[in-house]
């Protein structure tokens, strides 16, 4: 497609840098050049062919964010040094035949729309979060609730949205203190987005409509989701079977092998993402369950990832004790697991990514949200989706053995579950499938990159 050419800049941790890589791989299967801008640590973590890769700085080139400080560190060094790379991007294409027509930024990286518009271009904000979660904070930006966000007496009632109890706001709503950064940092991406030229979010019109319609004159966001890899949904972009991006070294052979002969929708799934750090109280919590479980049903196993910086926190001797009943690896494949006939709950900290993950290969879930929107998310997939249950913690923050033994049997255990996540995982497909609502959306938005 002739002079129609996107840049797309993710904020770089693997949650952000997969829906945005995907959505740029969308575009591209469209006829449009994508370039993914990404930092020079995490560039070198990208594999695909289907877009262009190049690099921009964060001034932490050689360690990422763990050679920052702090947040706040790392996003003001991300702001100054950022503006200047990606600015002079933008003009090295300039004389190409390939001149930049759109940036399509993170929302957690709003100054990138300030450097479009320095060059003439057009900016697009695209937010990685659920619509539900957009619509929470683009009250609190509109005025309509003040912080702290006070829960606890009654629901919170918001348009569109289902009342939400003090457990099912982000925790730096109910206690604005405890990160700072990262409130400031969710509230940013409001500050400038009504001057951009579109807006997206990574979630669909049957799923979450009427979120995104309650909140449409702050927030006119287009939904173009779900960003997972088409083999996992309608197949039509030829060999995307996974995101192309890993901040870690996955061990996919390992886990196949392993689920090769476990009977259908026997094996129990566990991951917590990227960033989730649990203690280790809550880690003995779950190895505890996880033994009960296969230890009281031969027919039940479980695949854990545990990232190597935890693998301390798990009990003595766990690993060796479990046998052919379970697999602890440091990290997989998620897509590939979750898609496997053997796999028949997923445990999650219910990041977004991770829930729609769930929701299109049609895995029913036990929700153990940590922090952030994933409370709201842990929400909607037991309550409003109607997808799995959320696991009630004790006084002290903690999901005991029993609580998890029980939620994990009524998963497995369940057909109506089964059926609902069915419905979604269909309801996903047609969204994003020739003709569906998310594909007439992005065949829009590339109509108007062609007449801009």
Request: some cysteine; overall charge negative; charged content about 20%.
């Amino acid at each position: 497609m002739e002079n129609v050419h996107v840049i797309v800049l993710p904020y770089p941790s693997q949650g952000h840098i997969n829906p945005l890589l995907q959505f740029a791989k969308r575009l591209a299967s469209k006829g449009v050049k994508a370039t993914l801008a990404t930092t020079h640590y995490t560039v070198r973590s990208i594999q695909t062919d289907a877009v262009a890769v190049e690099p921009v700085s964060d001034g932490f080139d050689h360690g990422g964010f763990a050679q920052a400080q702090n947040e706040a560190a790392y996003l003001n060094s991300f702001k100054e040094n950022g503006s200047k790379t990606l600015s002079q991007l933008i003009d090295k294409y300039s004389t190409t035949a390939y001149p930049v027509t759109c940036v399509i930024y993170d929302s957690f990286l709003p100054w990138a729309l300030d450097v479009a518009r320095e060059h003439g271009v057009l900016g697009a904000s695209f937010f990685t979060n659920s619509a539900a979660v957009c619509a929470i904070f683009s009250h609190i930006h509109g005025g309509a609730l003040s912080l702290p966000v006070d829960a606890k007496e009654k629901p919170l009632v918001l348009p569109g949205l289902p009342p939400l109890n003090s457990c099912d706001l982000p925790g730096f709503l109910r206690a604005p203190e405890s990160y700072p950064a990262y409130l400031a940092m969710k509230m940013s991406q409001f500050s400038n987005l009504e001057k951009a030229d579109f807006v997206f979010a990574n979630t669909f019109q049957e799923l979450e409509s009427q979120e995104a319609r309650s909140v449409a004159k702050t927030w006119p966001a287009k939904l173009i989701g779900p960003m997972v890899p088409s083999s996992y949904l309608d197949g039509r972009i030829e060999g995307d079977k996974g995101y192309g991006a890993s901040l870690w070294k996955p061990l996919s052979n390992q886990c196949r092998e392993w689920l090769q002969n476990k009977p259908p929708k026997s094996v129990i799934y566990i991951s917590f993402g990227s960033m989730v750090s649990l203690t280790a109280k809550q880690t003995e919590e779950i190895a505890a369950a996880l033994t009960l479980l296969t230890c009281t049903s031969a027919t039940s196993y479980f695949l854990w990832v545990v990232r190597e910086t935890e693998r301390e926190k798990l009990p003595e001797g766990f690993v060796k004790s479990i046998g052919e009943r379970g697999l602890v690896v440091g990290w997989c494949n998620q897509l590939e697991m979750l898609g496997h006939p053997a796999v028949g709950c997923f445990v999650t900290h219910c990041g977004w990514n991770s829930t729609l993950e769930g929701l299109c290969l049609g895995v029913p879930m036990v929700g153990v949200p940590q922090w952030s929107d994933q409370m709201t998310d842990a929400k909607y997939i037991e309550e409003v989706w109607g997808v799995g249950v959320r696991a009630k913690e004790d006084e002290y923050g903690v999901v005991r053995r029993d609580e998890l033994l029980w939620c994990l049997r009524e998963v497995m255990g369940s057909e109506q579950l089964r059926m609902n996540v069915k419905k979604w995982r269909d309801a996903s497909n047609r969204a994003i499938d020739e003709g569906g609502s998310s594909d007439i959306a992005i065949d829009e938005f590339v109509e108007q990159l062609i007449c801009a």
